[in-house]
């Protein structure tokens, strides 16, 4: 099968068009050919190395943690999927989820293996592009403001990074949960983060966090630039600064909480694939109330192009690769 992959660490440029064997599904798991495949910061962070101390990737390493495309063989044990359905995912091709938490990824690839548990079935009329462009990212913001954050209809809510892969659907999601957002973004972002839900946009190369604004339950760093101290005079008792990275302080944060030293939270996520998760994002997306803003799309073979422009950033939404 057509593949990008290298069989070293670097940057984007080490990726480089290949054959290389077609994945076996295993048990419970099925093989998906895959139409197009989205592109996340992770990518070019496993890419790095950075993972290397929790994740030893089979070389060569093909990058790719979303698909979309056409199930096109099932594993044993696999029930409720049939060979040709429409589905995207965030891919697991590991037997069962990792203890280090690290998703088996493989998506820049014509075929991927991932567990029958992190799929959902594509929309007809959604395009293929847009569905691999969702699921880490939309699950990552669904998974933060209701599992980690717990967030309520009403409350108010700052999004640092509002404009990007994470934030457009934290944005959204936020909003369809009945809270206040205000977004933290390029000031030319302004209109088109209105119109997906933005209450208010700040722009972020003008934010002064001493004038953040007051009553926030929530401020989730999407840029993991923001320290407790400098979010106290905005966040109300019990609110709480999340960020997707984690941090020697988000993990000690329960323990100061419970001691008594500071009456607000700090949090990071962590996502997990989970297809019913994602099925709910689709619902969404079905009844009109989620866009999934693409900001380009490029051939497989232009993979590198492709990281480097998601990379560079300075857009609005994902960056997706089109496989077949
Ligand atoms: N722990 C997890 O499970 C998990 C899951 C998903 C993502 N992540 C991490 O979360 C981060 C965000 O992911 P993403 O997919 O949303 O990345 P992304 O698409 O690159 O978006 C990041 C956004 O932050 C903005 N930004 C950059 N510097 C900023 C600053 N100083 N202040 C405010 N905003 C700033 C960027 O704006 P410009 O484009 O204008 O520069 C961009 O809109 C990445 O580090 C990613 O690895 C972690």
């Known amino acids: 099968m057509r593949a990008m992959a290298t069989d070293h660490y670097g940057s984007p440029d080490t990726l480089q068009r290949c054959d290389l064997p077609q994945p076996t599904p295993k048990v419970g798991q099925v093989l998906i050919e895959v139409y197009a495949a989205g592109i996340n910061p992770l990518d070019w962070k496993q890419l790095a190395g950075q993972l290397r101390a929790f994740q030893r990737p089979a070389w060569p390493l093909v990058p790719g943690h979303d698909v979309a495309g056409r199930i096109a063989a099932l594993g044993p044990d696999v029930s409720g999927w049939q060979v040709g359905d429409e589905v995207c995912c965030m ?146 008792q019990g609110g709480m600064l999340l960020s997707n990275l984690p941090s020697l302080a988000s993990f000690c944060a329960p323990l100061r909480e419970r001691l008594g030293l500071t009456q607000q939270r700090l949090r990071h996520a962590w996502v997990r694939p989970d297809g019913s998760a994602l099925q709910r994002l689709l619902d969404l997306y079905s009844e009109g109330q989620l866009q999934i803003p693409l900001a380009a799309q490029y051939p497989l073979s232009e993979a590198r192009a492709a990281m480097q422009a998601a990379c560079r950033g300075g857009v609005l939404g994902k960056h997706s690769l089109q496989v077949v």
């Not at 934010?207 to 926030?216: E, R, T």
């Open 91 to 236: 891919l697991d091709g590991y037997p069962r989820p990792a203890w280090h938490g690290f998703a088996l990824g493989g998506g820049y690839a014509e075929f991927a293996v991932t567990r029958a548990s992190t799929l959902a079935r594509k929309p007809a009329a959604l395009p293929w592009a847009q569905a691999a462009a969702l699921p880490l990212a939309g699950l990552t913001a669904l998974q933060a403001l209701t599992d980690v954050a717990q967030l309520q209809a009403g409350q108010r809510v700052l999004i640092n990074g509002a404009a990007g892969g994470v934030g457009v659907f934290a944005l959204q999601l936020a909003t369809v949960l009945g809270a206040e957002v205000i977004a933290v973004a390029r000031a030319e972002q302004a209109d088109a983060l209105h119109a997906l839900g933005a209450a208010q946009v700040l722009d972020y190369r003008r934010f002064d966090v001493a004038a953040m604004p007051k009553g926030l339950s929530l401020i989730y760093d999407m840029a993991s630039v923001l320290t407790l101290p400098q979010c106290r005079a905005g966040l109300l």
